[in-house]
């Protein structure tokens, strides 16, 4: 009797081009953006999520050529990330038929930002993804891909940017990121029970029990994973009847 | 037969025009009043606050025209598409057209839900339409909003939502219809609804 639990597959994205990559190198080619969609929104993907991981300027065209050639052909929510910087990039990637961006770095480095982009645009478009990784009993945001380490608490972090009007908040464990051995629900959890947006969880998917936990016990709103989905270990429709065995409201 | 998306300076309306474009639909973009006169059928899209809507609609100079037009061309509003038909929006202090006097509200803050209600939600059917046509009871469509319909006349209620409450997440009057869910984004579903509104003779 309520919205649906979402699954997310998450695309990385370099010069037009879907790649893949063991911790941002020996990057390889993965396939057409367009091509992957069709196949993931055949598959039931609930939105699609990019990420941009080179900004280059170059660069940054040939995504906005992606970004409108999969609106083109798939008709699901499509959030892009990767390099937001300010509201034109935002505005250019909504034109090209984004329906919400990821901005995340940029927020750190000016939290207005994400005030002004959610009064400029709307609060449902702007999600804000948030690295954090676990140091003894707290955790941190950090930024540029995970590199570099803030002074914000994940939890201070993700309050902050929910009062300047975030929409969601994509929260990725750096810690349980590309491990396969499941989402930080702990973590999770922490964030969630006093959030009032939705929260999608990344971070750690290995197998569809994984998916189950992070909304039973991170109580996620949605679940984003790249390399299983990638890899065709596990599909979403498998996913989906995971979740829809356990009682959770899918999208079948 | 031409569809105008009506531009009010601030939605996802290029959504909107993929979908119909891709369904083999001519477009055009509604950005000053003369363009009116050349489509057959006009789609509201959804997106931004009431309020930003109805006054650059004025200050393009469309709103009145606009009033006219809609209550003789079919029309499809969406999400904000359809609050814009009602007199009155906890959303600041915004008039909207005012064809319906129901106010348009926030979901309730007590409710144990996330706000704004975003994803897939089932449409419970409670009258057959024309842009029902061969669309399942209960199909999951995309949602995105703060604002509802809560309570509206039975007759022109065509589908109602639940998050938390129950919502109207569709209505119908004569040549008029509108949904608080985006067809734009609803995949399949969304395409068998768009399809039927270009096939639609209200």
Known sequence: MTVAVRIIPCLDIRAGRVVKGINFENIIDAGDPVETAERYNTEGADELCFLDIDASYENRSATLSTVEAVASQVFIPLTVGGGVSKLQDIERLLEKGADKVSINTSAILDPSLVGNAAKKFGSQCIVVAVDSKREGEKSYVYTHGGKNKTAFETSAWIKIVESEGAGEILLTSMDRDGTKIGFDNELTFSIAKDLSIPLITSGGAGSIDHMIEGITDGKADAVLAASIFHQKEITIAEVKDGLASKGIEVRL | ?202
């Open chain 2, 1 to 202: 037969m031409k569809v105008g998306i009506i531009d009010y300076g601030a939605s996802n309306l290029y959504s909107i025009d993929r979908s119909l474009r891709y369904l083999g639909a001519n477009t055009l973009i509604i950005d000053e009043p003369n363009k009116l006169k050349e489509v057959d059928k006009l789609v509201f899209p959804g997106q931004g606050s009431l309020g930003s809507a109805m006054s650059h609609l004025k200050k393009i100079e469309l709103l009145e025209d606009l009033r006219t037009q809609l209550k003789e061309k079919p029309f499809l509003g969406i999400c904000l598409g359809l609050q814009v038909l009602f007199s009155k929006s906890e959303e600041g202090d915004t008039q909207g057209y005012g064809f319906y006097k129901n106010e348009i509200s926030m979901f309730p803050p007590d409710l144990p839900i996330k706000v704004p209600h975003m994803g897939w939600n089932k449409v419970f059917i409670k009258q057959d339409h024309d842009l029902f046509t061969n669309i399942e009871n209960d199909t999951r469509f995309y949602f995105v909003h703060s604002y509802l319909l809560k309570d509206f006349d039975e007759e022109k209620s065509f589908s109602t939502t639940h998050h938390g409450i129950e919502f109207i997440s569709s209505i119908g009057d004569e040549n008029i219809f509108a949904t608080q869910f985006h067809p734009e984004k609803s995949g399949e579903a969304g395409l068998k609804f768009f399809d039927n509104f270009l096939k639609w003779n209200p």
